[in-house]
């Protein structure tokens, strides 16, 4: 539902000298496209390096693993935590790493869109662990971006202490620029897309900057080729 | 709070904050601290000027078609689920909001740092309806724990006080026992936000940009309380100045490419979170209703001004890093919610010269801020024809028709006509006899930006003294 519209729209009109709204918009003349030199034509191996690189800047800790290791390498991290564990309901997780990873860590749940609103995000609150699979990886800034809806709730990566982002390594591109590229493409967005550059932070006090305010305190990539 | 934020008159203000030798020593290493990363930040990006032509151009294109885009966000937000109520001004937008939350029987909202909500008095009203209203911003919490004192920086809001008064106020006020490194503190917050994040009705935010493509809201936070904001509680309302839009995510990747290296030398904000509509039927959490407020509350008589191009302007706080001013006052010195250069250029049209044309007195310029602006907003120039306008006019109450018939207000920062304008300048060494400036430059020259930076000047001139 709108509403006001055509009265405040018509005020910006006349504001612009015109009678109303126009049926395009003037050309938008951008001066410079240097956005699209970074890394551009670089070989894959680069932007992977690059993006381990500036994920370490970041204060993220970075793991690496062929697919297959996924599992064993999950427990290996979650194993150093101790807790219960949240998972995305996404291929890279389900199945035989959600049952061995709930042997392992006693309490562990996939999203589950059968269940509540209330049920998941309990969950999701009590976990120690939130586990979510990243559509891209960005190497200049270190980013992922995420996919935050249906199977894989806004809540796994923000409510529990430590948020496991698995990054596929040949979803690692240069910047944002192809992140954006990526959404023009995708004809329904997700309600809920986020771009997570490290663990949540402040420099609020002081200029001081401590790491784990509201969201995760630790922040973890495993890169999978 | 509202655009005043001040109570004294302005000599009694800055004399006020001039006499405060703690919040000048935290304001100064702010701005030594924050400018340097900065610094480093875009050096390490590279095209320095290229980006900042390029983000420029994209702001003045959106207000030159805002219409269009308006009109295009909103149909796609709806579209998307969302509901969009256009609000002319503060009653209507403060209004709309309370009726949602009565709507929706809310007793408890929690907000994400949003200037236009300031602006609006919007916790103000809510509060006296009855509303628990909690800012989760560490350091907008600690401003309003700490008896609703005011942000002194739009970015960094708590950046005139320290770590032991912030110690002893959630002592006092909320039973903390701990010590005062700024760690504890934060975690100490952290579960007192937590609990109230989960039992919250409404989230409240403002929004960064507006993508009119796909209708889509975007929020800048670090905390991760934006995303909080955005994912517990049933209900959200998005509040967003009209001028905030971009029309795709292609002019979205440069806007939040040098939004953050602005304001905190950082590449990019931990968390850049991309709304577009409520929650799907079939998601599990996320509001499941979405509201957004689209605020004039003045931005188009700025609009319709010789003033237009201050509109690029994305809250970034570089202007008031540089600014040698504000390093001794503050943003308190002001007595404006948009407080250094870009207040100056843009609250007295916004907000009117009765009560607004002493500030523009705040200003040595200096023309930094235009160097470093990541939008290119004409600051300096807008300041000093403020200051011509109010020495020039002697009644200002009617100051508004008269940007629009004025030769110089027309032209300020905006591409095509400045462009012509300082051509024409360059070619006739003396005042200009035909073309824009014309009229207005028949009395006095055109003031010239200062070759070094102040900065640099401040320096060297330090150092030389240091030597003696």
């Known amino acids: 539902m709108i509403t006001g519209k055509e009265q405040f729209v018509a005020r910006v009109s006349s504001c612009l000298n015109r009678t109303k709204v126009p049926e395009h918009p003037t050309e938008l003349v951008r001066p410079h496209q240097m956005q699209k030199n970074y890394l551009a034509g670089a070989p894959h191996r680069e932007l992977i390096e690059t993006f381990i690189a500036n994920s370490h800047a970041l204060g993220i800790d970075v793991h690496r693993c062929p697919v297959n290791d996924l599992t064993a390498t999950l427990i290996q991290v979650i194993g150093e935590i101790d807790g219960p564990v949240i998972l995305a309901n996404d291929p890279l997780l389900t199945g035989k790493t959600a049952e061995i990873l709930g042997r392992e860590a006693g309490d562990c749940h996939v999203w589950d869109l059968g269940e509540s609103r209330e049920t998941n995000m309990n969950r999701a609150e009590r976990a120690k662990v939130g586990i979510a699979v990243a559509e891209l990886g960005l190497a200049e800034t270190g980013s992922t971006l995420l996919f935050s809806h249906l199977d894989s709730g806004r809540s796994i990566t923000l409510l529990p202490e430590n948020s496991i982002i698995i990054v596929r390594a040949e979803s690692i591109k240069p910047r944002l620029t192809q992140a954006m590229e990526l959404l023009q493409r995708t004809e329904i967005l997700p309600s809920s897309v986020n771009f997570i550059s490290g663990p949540s932070a402040t420099a609020d006090i002081e200029l001081v900057r401590v790491q784990g305010v509201h969201g995760p305190l630790e922040l973890i990539y495993i890169i999978v080729d | 709070m509202s655009i005043r934020t001040g109570d004294l008159p302005l000599k009694a203000q800055l004399a006020k904050e001039l006499a405060n030798s703690n919040m000048r020593e935290a304001i100064a290493n702010g701005q030594d601290l924050l400018n340097s990363k900065r610094d480093a930040s875009f050096e390490e990006l590279g095209d320095y000027e290229q980006w900042r032509e390029t983000a420029g151009a994209i702001r003045s294109h959106v207000l030159e078609n805002l219409d269009y885009y308006l009109n295009q966000f909103a149909n796609q937000a709806d579209a998307a689920g969302a509901h969009v109520y256009f609000a002319k001004d503060d009653v209507q937008a403060t209004g709309y909001c309370l009726e949602i939350l009565q709507t929706k029987n809310a007793v408890k909202a929690v907000k994400s740092k949003s200037m236009v909500t300031e602006e609006i008095s919007l916790n103000e009203v809510l509060e006296e309806a009855g509303i628990e209203v909690i800012e989760t911003d560490l350091g907008e919490y600690l401003l309003q724990v700490d008896d609703h004192d005011k942000p002194s920086h739009i970015v960094v809001p708590a950046l005139h006080k320290n770590r032991e008064h912030f110690r002893r106020i959630l002592a006092e006020k909320k039973g903390y026992t701990g010590d005062n490194v700024p760690e504890n503190i934060t975690r100490f917050v952290r579960q007192l936000i937590r609990e109230d994040f989960m039992t919250a009705d409404v989230g409240i935010t403002g929004c960064n940009f507006a993508v009119a493509e796909t209708g889509t809201v975007t929020l800048v936070t670090n905390e991760g309380n934006g995303r909080f904001v955005t994912t517990a509680p049933k209900t959200q309302i998005v509040l967003m100045g009209m001028e905030r839009i971009v029309p795709t995510f292609a002019e979205l990747d440069i806007m939040f490419s040098v939004l953050a290296r602005s304001a905190i030398g950082a590449k990019l904000t931990s968390y850049m979170s991309l709304i577009t509509g409520p929650k799907g039927e079939t998601d599990r959490d996320g509001p499941e209703d979405l509201h957004i407020i689209i605020v004039d509350n003045g931005r188009s008589k700025v609009l319709e001004s010789g003033f237009r191009e201050v509109l690029r302007c994305i809250r970034c706080g570089t202007c008031m890093l540089e600014c040698p001013a504000y390093r001794h006052i503050s943003g308190h010195g002001y007595g404006t919610l948009y407080p250094g250069p870009l207040g100056l250029a843009l609250v007295p049209v916004l907000a009117g010269y009765e009560d607004y044309k002493e500030i523009t007195k705040i200003c040595s310029l200096c023309g930094r801020c235009n160097e470093v602006c990541p939008v290119k907003v004409p600051l300096y120039e807008s300041i000093f024809e403020h200051r011509r306008i109010i020495a020039e006019e002697g009644n200002l109450t009617n100051v508004g028709e008269k940007f629009l018939m004025g030769g110089y207000g027309n032209v300020i920062g905006h591409p ?49 003294a240091g030597e003696k």
Do not use: C, M
């Open chain 2, 416 to 464: 095509s006509l400045y462009n012509l304008t300082t051509k024409t300048a360059h070619f006739s060494s003396a005042a200009p006899v035909v073309g824009p400036l014309k009229q207005w430059s028949l009395d006095r020259e055109l003031p010239e930006i200062p070759k070094t930076r102040f900065r640099d000047w401040y320096a060297a001139r330090e150092k030389k």
